[in-house]
Structures are given as C-alpha cells and as structure tokens.
C-alpha cells in the first residue's frame, strides 16, 4: 500500500504558521506527485496543493495561494507544507497521498485510495 503519515499539525492563532510533513512508511516518495487535501468539519475533503515528482510542478488552490507553500526533499523521502498567514477557514484535517496529476485544477488531483490519519489544523483564538 502507498500509504503516507502526516505530522506537524497544532493549534495556531490566526496569521501564524505551521508546516506539515509528509513521509511515506514503507516506500520512497521520490518518483510520485502528491498532493495535501483537508476535510473541515461538516464538509468533503478538498484539494489543497501538489507537488510533480521533480518537484519543478506545484500547483495550489486558489484559497491557500501565496499563503502556503509545497516542497519535497528526496534526501529525507518527506513532502511539506509550509502553511503562513494562517486563517479560521484553513482549520481541518490535512492529508497527503499520491495523485494521478499534479494539475493547477484541484478537482483534477485524482487522489489514490489510500489515505492515513491525518493531522489536525485548528486555527483559533
């Protein structure tokens, strides 16, 4: 099973940041695209941001552009994602799993069926 851990979740205040890790249990992430989605409370999980596998593509959502960053250092197999300028809206579960493309339209990620626990993103005061 591809499956990915996510860590580096927390409580923030608004216009804080966090970065999110993304590392794979049994295999090296350096030949596949993956992408971040989040599931807020009461809503379907989303597309966030991807990464291609050179790491030369990313692309975001248009809610997290200029705010959130995606990166992957193959020497250490782990995916990240710098998130600044934290908002409310951003609070939710994040995800990282392969995905099919690494395209600028999130609906267009197509996401593997695997997916790991997640970390939770609360942005509050």
């Known amino acids: 099973q591809l499956q990915l851990v996510e860590s580096g979740g927390g409580l923030v205040q608004p216009g804080g940041s966090l970065r999110l890790s993304c590392a794979p249990s049994?295999?090296?992430?350096?030949?596949?695209?993956i992408g971040w989605f989040r599931q807020a409370p009461g809503k379907e999980r989303e597309g966030v941001s991807c990464?291609?596998?050179?790491?030369?593509?990313?692309n975001y959502a248009d809610s997290v552009k200029g705010r959130f960053a995606i990166s992957r250092d193959s020497a250490k197999n782990t995916v990240y994602l710098q998130m600044n300028n934290l908002k409310p809206e951003d609070t939710g579960v994040y995800y990282c799993?392969?995905?099919?493309?690494?395209?600028?339209?999130?609906?267009?990620?197509?996401?593997?069926?695997?997916w790991g626990q997640g970390t939770q993103v609360t942005v509050s005061s």
């Open positions: 049994r295999f090296t992430l350096n030949y596949y695209r």
């Open positions: 990464i291609g596998s050179s790491g030369v593509i990313r």
């Open positions: 799993t392969t995905v099919s493309i690494c395209s600028p339209v999130v609906a267009n990620y197509g996401p593997s069926d695997y």
